[in-house]
């Protein structure tokens, strides 16, 4: 289960895929994440930022998710881009709040 609190403040939970990434998951909550180029980590519309108990639990950002964090104004310290953490049953009970427009 993923909790999401979307960029309206709803809060969603749901049952994630096993083996997919979040951003294709997020979109239908319309919750806020858009995911304009389709999971490349070049668009940043995916934006979320992670509950801080869970951000040491991920896998640290690869470099081109790193660069395009680095230029979105609205970083914050547990700023991921959902396209990129495939969900695992590790990640059962993961919060995720989706990150405001820029
Ligand atoms: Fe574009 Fe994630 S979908 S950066």
Not at 31 to 53: K, R, W
Not at 82 to 94: F, H, K, N, W
């Amino acid at each position: 289960m993923i909790i999401v609190n979307g960029q309206d403040g709803a809060r969603h939970e749901f049952d994630a895929k096993k083996g997919q990434a979040l951003m294709w998951q997020l979109r239908p909550l319309k919750a806020g994440v858009v995911g304009l180029c389709n999971g490349n980590a070049a668009c940043g519309t995916c934006h979320v930022y992670v509950a801080p108990e869970w951000a040491d639990r991920l896998e640290a950002p690869d470099e081109y998710e790193e660069e395009m964090l680095a230029e979105m104004s609205n970083r914050q310290k547990f700023s991921r881009l959902s396209c990129q953490i495939e969900y695992q049953p590790d990640l059962d009970g993961l919060e995720l709040t989706v990150a405001p427009r820029r």
